[in-house]
């Protein structure tokens, strides 16, 4: 009896230490692993709730409070009127945009958006402004209203005597659209300025 006990003592000392070595062990990785975890998922919402809250915060101006965007509407045209052709670049990219239907095209030529887009195009230096002056007449001239104050102001003229692209195509789609528009309204443009090709007889 007595070995037998010697036995059973030395069996269960063995195995205390093994048993608390093992659970020590497993958690001391296991948590590190679980925080990290949970950091890396804050992050992620964190940044999901930024971008999201931006979203929201951009269609509510645009949406819901008109004078907001009348204010974005000044400062893309006030952009226009700065020497470096950068920030001309800039409001006539979003004036681009901003023109998403007829009453906003036509809230641009009463803000005289047009006629400095014009006067962008005829001072244009590089092919990049001229892209972007295009790029935002072509967007406004899809109101009639708005391609009719572009006819009175002489854009056609502009546009004729745009110098032509030479590394950038998009230029020539841009006039090619303006000029088949005021072709379409009847407009009085000679058949050989047109860019796309001849138009059929009348």
Not at 6 to 16: C, D, M, Q, V, W
Not at 36 to 50: C, P, Q, T, V
Not at 100 to 126: F, P
Request: hydrophobic residues 40%; proline residues 4%; aromatic residues 8%.
């Amino acid at each position: 009896m007595r070995i037998l006990s010697a036995k059973l003592r030395t069996l269960l000392y063995r195995k205390t230490p093994v048993t608390v070595q093992s659970r020590s062990f497993s958690s001391s990785y296991k948590a590190p692993d679980e925080r990290s975890l949970e950091d890396e998922a804050e992050r992620k919402i964190g940044w999901f709730l930024k971008l999201l809250f931006a979203g929201t915060a951009t269609a509510v101006a645009y949406q819901f409070f008109p004078y907001m965007g009348d204010n974005l509407l000044e400062q893309s045209i006030s952009l226009l009127h700065v020497k470096d052709p950068l920030f001309k670049r800039m409001g006539a990219s979003r004036l681009a945009r901003f023109a998403s239907d007829d009453e906003r095209r036509m809230k641009i030529v009463e803000m005289g958006g047009t006629q400095e887009l014009l006067n962008m195009l005829e001072a244009a230096k590089d092919e990049s402004t001229r892209k972007e002056a295009l790029r935002a007449l072509a967007a406004i001239s899809l109101s009639d209203n708005a391609l009719e104050s572009l006819h009175q102001s002489g854009a056609i003229k502009i546009i004729r005597s745009a110098p032509a692209a030479v590394d950038d195509g998009e230029i020539e789609i841009y006039r090619t659209k303006l000029l088949n528009r005021f072709h379409d309204l009847r407009y009085d443009i000679p058949s050989k300025d047109t860019i796309s090709g001849s138009f059929p007889p009348q």
